[in-house]
């Protein structure tokens, strides 16, 4: 209730750890990737692998990733969180591209926003 942030597309409130931001517009995931139609989400797993992934956590969970979001994934593995602007540097992504790997990211519940003091880190799901 204290968060008073609001999806400007749909209205929803969302909290810090879930805001998407793009052409200056805080988003919520849902409308991110909407708008974001250069991302696409998720393709190769469909809805059911992605259940199966989410029971078992395996070793093949990040199947049908880019290579750049497979590394993504293990960079946080490893190191148990990182903020975007570390994602940035470390990948040389631009902030946009940032996002949308975010988007994929989350939206195939591998990674998610924690919110930790003032910082949102990117921790696995
Ligand atoms: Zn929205």
């Known amino acids: 209730m204290s968060e008073g942030i609001k999806c400007q597309n749909c209205g929803k409130t ?17 409308c991110y990737i909407d708008v974001g139609h250069r991302i696409r989400v998720c393709d190769p797993w469909g809805e059911r692998s992605k259940k199966i992934f989410r029971k078992s956590h395996g070793l093949e969970g990040t199947d049908g990733l880019t290579d750049l979001q497979k590394k ?11 903020t975007r602007a570390e994602l940035m540097e470390n990948f040389s992504l631009p902030a946009a591209e940032m996002e949308n790997q975010f988007a994929i990211l989350r939206h195939c519940q591998l990674l998610k926003g924690k919110k930790e003091g ?7 799901w």
Do not use: H, M, N, R
């Open 72 to 82: 993504i994934y293990e960079y946080i593995q490893e190191k148990g969180k990182a």
């Open 14 to 30: 969302i909290s810090e750890d879930e805001i998407f931001t793009t052409d200056g517009k805080t988003l919520c995931e849902d």
């Open 118 to 124: 003032d910082t949102v880190y990117l921790v696995l």
